[in-house]
């Protein structure tokens, strides 16, 4: 009879159990600062420090993923000329989905946000672009499949934004589709497929949002109890 070990285990000593009322408190307290949290496009010309980004991207990368692969992969651009490079291959996309590719329904959903294909915030925040590993190598060569990589990147890139909004950043999630461009620009392999180009930085001092990004739907509209 083989004797079939089973996976190491460690104790989990880091828990702090808090009495009820701190509980409320503590989530109040999340609720609002993150009900703070808006979209922006207008910042300021003004590097991000590097040690707040990199506080944040480890929040990320502690998010659960799919037999723990963590298929993830963050890549911070800040240099002027690779940004002007990425803004200029994004607005070419985007050019294309404004005037044609985008479905009527699409743009009528979008109008009210006041987008168009100018993307000025691609030079003057700081950029993350965000790639989501299919599968991971081994030294000798091997594949090794990962599993839920869109829904273990999508959790990490929430937990990205969350940690953002809480260090002071504004952010803004762009997505222009195809994102292929972010591969070549970013000197990123073949196994990574752009998830998302997550924009951060400083809001400028007359920045506003649109009223319809605004109105977030109501506790009773988005959650029930069994």
Known sequence: MHN???PDWLPYSDYLRYPEAEMLTRAASFEAQMKN???IRDY????????VIE????????????????????????????????RVSAEQEEQEFYNGKAPKEWLA???????????????????????????GTLEDGRRVKHYYVPESVGIATG??????????????????????????????????????????GY??????IPAAGAAKK?????????
């Open 159 to 200: 937990f990205l934004i969350a940690a953002l909004h809480y260090a002071g950043l504004a952010t803004l999630t762009h997505t222009p589709s195809p994102m292929n461009f972010l591969n070549r620009i970013c000197q990123r392999p073949d196994n990574e497929r752009p998830y998302l180009l997550l924009v951060c």
């Open 55 to 86: 506080a944040c991207i480890r929040t990320a990368g502690s998010a659960p993923s799919g037999a723990n692969m963590q298929p993830w992969h963050f890549c911070v651009i800040d240099s002027p000329e690779v940004k002007k490079e990425i």
């Open 37 to 39: 949290r808006r979209t």
């Open 109 to 135: 959903a979008l109008a009210p946000l006041g987008t168009d294909a100018n993307k000025a915030f691609l030079e003057r925040a700081t950029l993350i672009a965000i790639f989501a590993e299919r599968f």
């Open 218 to 226: 109501p506790l009773n509209e988005i959650s029930s109890w069994l």
């Open 44 to 51: 300021e010309d003004r590097a991000v420090p590097k040690d």
């Open 4 to 6: 079939i070990s089973g």
């Open 203 to 208: 809001p400028t001092d007359d920045a506003k």
